[in-house]
């Protein structure tokens, strides 16, 4: 008797448990947008290298959507996900963005075979997220390095934007967070650009080695004559 009682509520507690995972609604795909920038088909101003986006460790530790909390905590939300790798949308959504903006440039994101770059950006994110009553925050910092390896600029930033509290308005303020990013970064390229081509136009062009004269040998089949 023992044993029927026991494996009826087996059998009860299986059926729930299949029952909960078939009602559950499938998660929802995300992915953060560019906003469909207009780009050239071809450039030729100066190269701009994007190597990937460094990423805080706790955006690449799930696919799930993280919501911040009213205490600050973050929450896994199992009903929404990222549709594929974030680090990857990421760095498509700001090589998108600088490319459009910086129409005259040849933009391109690491690796980038025969690509030897006059401007290398290096972006850092350490925080990208947002909450049902939370604003979408963005934290990082940008550097810009010229071709020799030397830093010419650094910047940290810290971006908000508001949205309306469901997860698809959180992804959209998210996005418009890394579309202001690229916009301000693409503002800091374009002054240094054109201080490093004004640097090449007044770089003196280099001598030319004086021109030696030939000296002809010395005819030696010259015939005598005597009388």
Same mark, same amino acid.
């Given at each position: %008797?023992?044993? %029927?009682? !026991? ?39 100066? %190269? ?12 690449? /530790?799930?696919?799930?959507?993280? /919501?911040? /909390? ?23 959504? %700001? ?19 025969? !690509? ?94 004086? /021109? ?14 005597? !009388?």
């Amino acid at each position: %008797m023992k044993y %029927m009682r !026991f494996a009826a509520l087996s059998l009860l507690t299986g059926l729930l448990a299949v029952g909960g995972c078939i009602s559950r609604p499938p998660a929802v795909l995300y992915q953060l947008d560019s906003g469909s920038p207009t780009i050239k088909e071809k450039a030729s101003g100066l %190269m701009v290298l994007l190597e990937p986006v460094d990423l805080a460790d706790y955006l690449n /530790q799930s696919d799930a959507v993280l /919501q911040r /909390q009213a205490d600050g905590s973050l929450v896994p939300d199992l009903g929404a996900r990222w549709a594929g790798n974030l680090g990857d949308n990421i760095d498509n959504v %700001m090589l998108q963005r600088l490319a459009g903006r910086l129409s005259g440039q040849r933009v391109a994101l690491e690796p980038a075979a025969g !690509f030897e770059p006059d401007i290398e950006v290096r972006l850092s994110i350490s925080r990208l997220d947002s909450g049902p009553q939370k604003p979408a925050v963005l934290e990082g910092q940008w550097r810009l390095l010229d071709r020799n390896g030397k830093l010419r600029d650094s910047r940290l930033v810290r971006l908000e934007a508001a949205h309306q509290g469901s997860t698809a308005d959180q992804i959209r303020a998210q996005s418009q967070l890394l579309q202001q990013l690229a916009e301000q970064l693409a503002g800091a390229i374009e002054p240094l650009s054109r201080q490093i081509v004004a640097a090449r136009k007044a770089r003196p062009s280099e001598p030319q080695a004086p /021109q030696i004269p030939t000296v002809e040998p010395l005819r030696t089949d010259v015939e005598i004559y005597r !009388f």
